[in-house]
């Protein structure tokens, strides 16, 4: 019994890990919309991104997250409609959220000013199957796999410029609960936790050719925090080079390449900082996006890039 409560607590603490921490995304900048739901629409025009991350490579179990999500601007760009699919996997437990973005947005003389709302369904599972257990039990763990739903809302505002930004954004509004039944007497459950993510930057542009755009993010549940600090540079209105730095000990190089006005497509890896750096090669992320639409007036000048962010 004892060994059967440990296994509870440890599956309950695995929940809890995964829904304080969703998905990790070095390349937030270039896919906004999974962090803010405010960002939706504005790209002025239609914009779909799949995004793939694979973390800890060599690691047996390790976490993998796959990304959809698209957007566009409606009735005269004053709102913007997004919807979102993310899977996220570690281990023998796993989370799949559907959701539906709406964002209001309001035109100001200095910038855009958005407030988004984001709703949709949540799939937590665990299975019991995908458990390596080092030595035999005195009871065996009988409990069902974990196949739980929840409805989920998150919402956020941000403000921008052409050259900057700042976005707030708080997740898991509701803070729903997911239920564990560890056998036929002992059932658990876990809140999925509140999620603060603070998100801003500011773009120099040097000269034709150069833009350096410094930014960060800072992510907070239950008095823990997280904090990303990341500079890139743009050349010659085409690549994306940078780095960040995180004090979650990580080290990240990121790339995103313009093929042309309408396809972009990114990759970053990230080099571990704690002992783990022992046992994987390091996480890699990419994607690909895609875009169509009339490029607004003021972003004919530099038709690839109408707003560093």
Request: glycine share 8%.
């Amino acid at each position: 019994m004892k060994k059967l409560l440990f296994i509870g607590i440890w599956i309950i603490a695995s929940l809890g890990a995964l829904a304080q921490q969703d998905p990790i995304y070095n390349l937030y900048l270039f896919n906004p919309l999974v962090i803010n739901p405010a960002y939706a629409g504005s790209r002025d025009r239609f914009q779909a991104i799949a995004l793939h991350r694979s973390q800890w490579i060599g690691m047996k179990g390790a976490p993998t997250t796959q990304t959809l999500s698209m957007h566009a601007p409606v009735w005269n760009r004053k709102v913007g409609l997004g919807f979102t699919v993310i899977n996220d996997a570690i281990g023998p437990v796993g989370q799949t959220q559907i959701n539906a973005t709406y964002a209001y947005r309001l035109l100001l003389s200095s910038g855009r000013l958005a407030f988004g709302l984001r709703t949709g369904v949540q799939n937590y599972r665990f299975a019991w199957e995908k458990i390596d257990y080092q030595n035999d039990l005195e009871e065996s763990p009988n409990g069902q796999n974990l196949n739980d739903w929840n409805l989920n809302f998150d919402f956020g505002i941000r403000y921008s410029t052409r050259l900057s930004f700042l976005g707030v954004s708080l997740a898991h509004i509701n803070s729903p609960k997911v239920d564990v039944q560890l056998s036929d007497t002992l059932n658990y459950y876990s809140r999925i936790v509140r999620d603060l993510t603070v998100t801003g930057g500011r773009a120099f542009e040097i000269n034709e050719d150069l833009v350096i755009r410094p930014s960060f993010m800072a992510r907070a549940n239950r008095g823990v925090g997280v904090v990303d600090l990341n500079c890139s540079f743009l050349l010659k209105q085409t690549l994306w080079l940078g780095f960040s730095a995180s004090t979650s000990k990580r080290l990240v190089l990121l790339a995103e390449y313009h093929i042309n006005n309408n396809l972009r497509a990114g990759y970053s890896f990230d080099m571990s900082l704690t002992p783990i750096r022992k046992y994987s090669y390091g996480s890699h992320e990419i994607f690909i996006s895609f875009e169509f639409g009339t490029i607004p007036k003021p972003a004919m000048i530099s038709p690839r890039v109408y707003g560093y962010f």
